[in-house]
């Protein structure tokens, strides 16, 4: 793959589903400058109360708002998955194969950067702020396999949002277990349809 081909519209997509595509990706793009954004905020700083000032600007209320990105992004995710589900060739040969290809399109680059920043991220810094990086791994050691099982969204149960084993990380299991319950919703829906219409 080239990085000409990165510019060329997808031909497997109905033309009414490549605006979906272009929404994902502005809905990604702000949702990687939320997580930029409050990483760094999150950060020692000399003075803590320039962070009040700042969270009273625009620019800033923009970065926060975000949030509602991961809603509108795992929408689209779930609609552009459900279509693609429901206009497989009956099947459970070809839902395998999706199921694969998106796994493998995710856990590759999502476990390296996992096993970087356990294993060889504590190595490469020390400082100030350095405490916010070490508490994103900080309960890898007990529950390294939930990242692994791509359950690390949910494994451990009882941690904050700024702390447990590889947090931050919890968008690829969300994709995997959008793609593995789709199927059954799916069923589901078009069971009771077929039922009402008897």
């Known amino acids: 793959m080239s990085f000409d081909n990165l510019f060329v519209p997808r031909q497997d997509v109905p033309e009414d589903l490549k605006l979906f595509d272009g929404l994902r990706v502005i809905f990604l793009l702000w949702i990687m400058t939320l997580g930029t954004s409050e990483y760094l905020t ?23 708002s975000s949030n509602i990105g991961f809603d509108f ?20 040969k070809t839902y395998l194969k999706l199921l694969i290809y998106r796994y493998l399109r995710l856990a590759p680059v999502y476990y390296m950067v996992f096993l970087f920043g356990w294993q060889i991220g504590p190595v490469l810094g020390a400082g100030p702020c350095w405490f916010t990086y070490e508490k994103g791994f900080s309960e890898c050691k007990e529950y390294w396999w939930s990242v692994f099982t791509m359950t690390s969204n949910f494994i451990p149960k009882n941690t904050t949002a700024s702390a447990g084993c590889f947090f931050w990380g919890w968008f ?18 078009v069971r009771l349809e077929s039922n009402k219409k008897l």
């Not at 999150?42 to 625009?58: K, Y």
């Not at 690829?172 to 829906?189: H, M, N, R, S």
């Open 42 to 64: 999150s950060a020692a700083v000399t003075n803590p109360w320039t962070l009040d000032s700042q969270l009273l600007t625009i620019p800033f209320t923009v970065i926060l």
């Open 172 to 189: 690829p299991p969300c994709e995997i277990q959008i793609i593995l319950l789709l199927p059954w919703l799916v069923w589901l829906t």
């Open 73 to 92: 992004f795992f929408f689209l995710a779930a609609t552009l998955a459900t279509l693609k589900i429901s206009n497989l060739e009956a099947g459970p």
